[in-house]
């Protein structure tokens, strides 16, 4: 028997701080870990949530000098740490999918091919780029290159290639506008990998190389004109009737091999993708200008789907754009077999949680259930419900197929959701609504609000938060309240925050003025309140802030928590955020607070904005360093 069994919590924890012998903490660990773990769980409903949610209360256990006295107090302790700890995780993990469904959106809505007018400007447009901004460009979008190696070679970090490459898609959008074309520069950096190089037919391609390494090699101290120009007619004639020949047979042959009459049911051996560990790369890279037909789009996809790599810089954008470009016998293909896209988990990370054997596979799963979705609604339904109705299968992509049929066929789903399958897990289609409800709002709020009656509860709360994000600007406010009162009555609390902050957008005080009169905790609808209209209209929002004063709360608290809850997470809202805390040790809580709650769930680059504030003290950006080192490290492991 150990000799801590008996030993009482108080006397456990002070001899751990003591001595900082782990042996007593692991004694208070065996007692209380499936204590913390359960509350976090049922607070949270994700186990790899809850895992991390008691990791985090332990740790902060273990930096507490405080002993506690009793057992009953540290049971207390641990249970309301649990709680609080998994609350914050959810409202974490919430607006972290929502950035993540908005990037998806705008990639969506932003890749589009280019017209062939653009095209036929583009090279010109490129020629007018200062020659710095232009040998960015074609490095990274005509010649493929990494941030990284283009970084090295200019001997700039991958954060000023980024910045530059951004400036410089800026200035051909604006070029572009110039000659009368609309192209943002989303749709640039999304387009040109796939448009602006052409793969030469192969037979054309050895034809060509054919007469230039002839002409080299006769021609050596003359140019090849000078070599072309001395023929006489007969060497002329023969050499022309050469390049036609090849380059008809090359025609004939692409020709053949870009007409999908037979679409390969699994991707060629040479670029089948193959496990070896230790390997960077497992797949035979092919440019995505090359996929030019539906067939090579097919391979492209299925190489992905086999690839064990890890992603690359703006990989998911480059996924969608391919995705959205197939048709339905394709996508049919590539969902005929459910292995193809399940999500295998690997061995766990240094930190205790899984990671996928094929990283791309979650969110190319993703792309063909919407596409599938939209090219035929209602099979895309049933084929869901034939996969749910096998043992121990799941609707896991109902919410990813729902905003294909919704773009297509908005009323078709209405009719789903109004009346969901039973084995329809809420989990299934909660993160997909946000991305869903603006075509069924489009289509109809009232039947898209009456669809929302008829959910189940927790789906149905998050449903209403994604109807309220989509209303329109010009929505009679007051009216959608009364409407919430009487439909959906228990809601109220808990909405009033977005709600005021969508009302904001065209009337903040009337919003904000309303907000104050129906929230028992008005700190709490505050917070939402600003964050969903500062994540719209930030600059409108600061500048209106900047002169409220609400009764009876501490300005300072309530910014700083916006901070921390999110508003971290978006550059545009960070430094009119520090500004409106007025204090500097609010203002370095905040963004330490920022970096337990959030920080490893933030891009370096959000980081690097946070970290480079006038506003912030050395040992605020001390904490930011940290937190970038450790996921660059983390990276490192993964």
């Known amino acids: 028997m150990s000799q801590h069994t008996t030993i009482d919590d108080g006397d456990l924890l002070r001899e751990f701080f003591r001595t900082r012998d782990e042996r007593p903490l692991r004694t208070l660990m065996d007692r209380h870990l ?42 207390a302790w641990l249970h309301r740490g649990a709680r609080h700890r998994a609350i914050d995780m959810i409202r974490s993990e919430i607006a972290r999918k929502r950035r993540e469904r908005s990037a998806m959106a705008d990639a969506s809505h932003d890749s589009e091919a280019l017209s062939g007018e653009a095209l036929a400007m583009l090279d010109e447009v490129i020629e007018g780029l200062p020659a710095r901004d232009r040998q960015l460009v074609l490095a990274r979008y005509f010649a493929g290159h990494s941030l990284a190696s283009i970084g090295l070679t200019a001997g700039l970090s991958e954060d000023a290639v ?19 074309i609309a ?77 999908p009459s037979a679409l390969p049911s ?64 394709a996508v049919r293909l590539l969902l005929s077999d ?8 690997g061995p766990e990370r240094d930190d205790g949680f899984p990671n996928p054997v094929y990283p791309r596979r979650d969110a190319l799963g993703s792309f063909l259930w ?30 990813s197929a729902l905003i294909g049929v919704a773009k297509a066929d908005p009323a078709l789903a209405l009719h789903f959701l109004g009346d969901l399958p039973e084995r329809v897990t809420e989990s299934s ?53 009364d409407q919430l009162k009487s439909g959906l009555p228990g809601f ?3 909405a009033s925050g977005s709600l005021a902050g969508r009302w904001a957008c065209s009337d903040p005080d009337a919003a904000f003025g309303w907000l104050a009169a129906a929230s028992k905790d008005s700190s709490f609808g505050y917070l939402d309140a600003i964050r969903c209209w500062m994540w719209r209209e930030p600059s409108q929002a600061i500048k209106w802030l900047g002169s409220w004063n609400p009764d009876g709360l501490d300005r300072d608290r309530l910014f700083a928590n916006v901070l921390v809850y999110g508003g971290a997470g978006d550059i545009r809202m960070v430094d009119g955020l520090l500004e409106l805390i007025s204090a500097p040790d609010a203002r370095t809580a905040a963004a330490q607070q920022t970096m337990k709650n959030m920080g490893d769930g933030m891009e370096t680059e959000e980081l690097r904005h946070l970290q480079n504030s006038p506003l912030l003290s050395v040992e605020a950006k001390r904490s930011i360093e940290e937190t970038i080192l450790a996921n660059q490290n983390s990276g490192l492991r993964e």
């Open 162 to 180: 980024r910045m530059r490459l951004a400036r410089a898609l800026e200035k051909m959008r604006a070029a572009f506008g110039a000659r009368g």
């Open 183 to 259: 192209a943002s520069a989303a749709m640039l950096a999304s387009s040109l990998p796939l448009q602006a190089v052409t793969s030469v037919p192969p037979m054309l391609s050895s034809g060509i190389r054919a007469t230039v390494t002839a002409a080299a090699s006769t021609a050596s101290s003359a140019s090849f004109f000078s070599y072309f120009t001395a023929m006489n007619s007969t060497q002329k004639v023969l050499a022309a009737v050469i390049l036609l020949l090849a380059a008809g047979a090359a025609g004939k042959a692409y020709f053949q091999s870009t007409t």
């Open 492 to 494: 109220e609390e808990g």
């Open 429 to 481: 289609i909660i993160y997909s609504l946000e991305s869903l409800m603006p075509s069924l709002v489009k289509y109809s709020k009232q039947e898209t609000f009456r669809a929302i009656l008829s959910m189940p509860e927790l789906s149905q709360r998050e449903a209403y938060l994604a109807y309220v994000g989509a209303l329109p600007q010009g929505t009679d406010w007051p009216t959608e309240i």
């Open 338 to 345: 459910p292995a193809l896209i399940k999500d295998i988990q």
């Open 266 to 329: 699994a991707p060629p051996a040479s670029s089948a993708a193959t496990h070896h560990p230790g390997n960077t790369s497992v797949t035979t890279p092919i440019s995505m200008a090359f996929a030019t037909d539906e067939a090579a789009r097919i391979d492209r996809v299925l190489q992905w789907l086999k690839d064990t790599s890890p992603e690359g810089q703006n990989e998911t954008m480059r996924q969608r754009a391919m995705v959205s470009q197939l048709g339905l016998g």
């Open 370 to 399: 919407e596409q599938f979705g939209k090219l035929s609604p209602q099979e895309a339904l049933d084929r869901l419900a034939t996969i749910g109705a096998q043992p121990e299968a799941s609707f896991e992509h109902t919410g």
């Open 34 to 75: 499936p204590l913390v773990y359960s509350v976090a769980l049922r607070v949270s409903g994700s186990p790899e949530l809850a895992a991390e949610a008691a990791q985090d209360v332990f740790l902060e256990l273990i930096r507490t000098p405080a002993v506690m006295k009793k057992e009953v107090a540290l049971l």
